[in-house]
Structures are given as C-alpha cells and as structure tokens.
C-alpha cells in the first residue's frame, strides 16, 4: 500500500456509540493531522502530532480524543457524538518542515 | 486571523475552453500556497505548489500563480476536459515549519461534454 490510507471509508453511528477512525501513512511522514470538512465549510484543522507528540488541538470537544501510537498510525476515537459532528474525516501527512500535505481519502462520518 | 476566500462557489464551462479559478487571502504574510483537487466523497489531490518568493507554477495544462503583495492568486486551467470536473480548493501555509493550512471553502468545477 502507497499513501496515507483511511478506514472504514464510511460509518454511521447513534449518539452513545464509541467507535474509531484509523489512518496509516506509508511515506517515512513525521507529522499526522486530522481535519474536518462539512458541507460548505472551509476544512477545519482538528489536530497535529509531531514525532508523535500533540503539538496542536485547535479547540476540539473532548468527545474527540485522538491517539498517535507511533508515526506511521493516528487513530480517532469519537464518543457521544451529535449530529453537527457529521462530516467527512481526513488524515493527512507530511515530512516537517518539508511542504507538502499529503491526504487520505477520509471517513465519512453520520451521526444519527 | 487568515482568511482565504473562492469565488465563485460552482462554475460550469464547455470543454475545450481555458479557464481561471481564483483565491484571494487576508494576510499577506504566507509561506507558501498550495492548491488541492478533491473528487466527491474523496480525500485532497496536491496539484501545484507556490513558494511565497515564485511568481508561477507550471504542470501540464495547469498554471497556478501568486501575487503575494495583492494576496491572490489564480489557478489557469487550458484546454479543459470533463475529467478536470471536481472541487479545487487553496490553501495558505502561514510559515516554515508549520504545516497549518488555511483552506478556502473551494470552487466546484463542473466541465459540460
């Protein structure tokens, strides 16, 4: 596999589930992101990992809770989402301080 | 605060025809813009990078270029083709070493066989 890879590709979920996105990148990145895009809305930055350190929650609710493992991986734990949470989900990477942000092809999220 | 703005939201030209798609941003103070395609449903597709001290980018039928002092830029697309039809969208990077980009809310391009 080549790329920055996302799963499930789609997921609809109930407001008390908790469920996880996954993202995998292949590309030797040391810098994870996950953002968030809604209908009509510019895509928001949601968090940045560093050499798998957080280095930036851009005020995100706690019911988002992501988790860097190592710097190939970045998960999404979502729990006691809203419907306002429904979104398409992507993961990007890059080689800091390289420019360049390379995506995955997202998580469609809906929260019913 | 940055803000980068499209105009205009959806555009629909016949094939064949060259065209242009803008984006203006607030803060001229950027490291680098860069503009993305994006398939329904899909994730972003880098198409051209700008450092802030270039004037233009070139790859293939695409021609993006930067006028940092005005803060605009423009992304020319010649001999369009019904396979360019997606969303373009750009992005800002405000300097080096921090990969946090501003998008605009993109153009929805729609090219008529």
């Known amino acids: 596999e080549t790329g920055v890879t996302q799963t499930p590709r789609h997921l609809v979920m109930g407001m008390t589930n908790k469920k996880s996105l996954k993202c995998e990148q292949h590309?030797?990145?040391?810098?994870m992101y996950w953002y968030k895009q809604s209908a009509k809305k510019p895509l928001e930055l949601m968090f940045v990992?560093?050499?798998?350190?957080?280095?930036e929650n851009n005020s995100v609710p706690s019911r988002f809770s992501p988790e860097c493992p190592n710097s190939s991986h970045l998960f999404l734990h979502l729990h006691t989402l809203q419907p306002e949470d429904s979104a398409l989900y992507l993961c990007?990477?890059?080689?800091?301080?390289?420019?360049?942000?390379?995506f995955g092809s997202g998580t469609q999220l809906s929260v019913l | 605060k940055q803000e980068v703005t499209q105009i205009p939201a959806a555009l629909s030209v016949p094939e064949g025809e060259n065209l242009v798609l803008n984006c203006s941003f607030t803060d001229s103070a950027i490291y680098n813009l860069q503009w993305f395609r994006q398939d329904p449903g899909k994730g972003l597709t880098s198409l051209l990078l700008i450092q802030s001290s270039q004037r233009e980018q070139t790859s293939g039928r695409l021609n993006a270029s930067l006028d940092k002092s005005s803060g605009r830029s423009t992304l020319y697309i010649a001999a369009s083709q019904p396979g360019d039809s997606a969303t373009y969208l750009c992005?800002?990077?405000?300097?080096?070493?921090?990969?946090?980009?501003?998008f605009g809310t993109g153009t929805r391009l729609t090219i008529i066989p």
């Open positions: 590309l030797g990145h040391n810098a």
């Open positions: 992005a800002v990077r405000p300097d080096f070493g921090n990969e946090k980009l501003t």
């Open positions: 990992y560093n050499f798998k350190e957080q280095t």
């Open positions: 990007a990477s890059s080689q800091d301080p390289t420019p360049g942000l390379f």
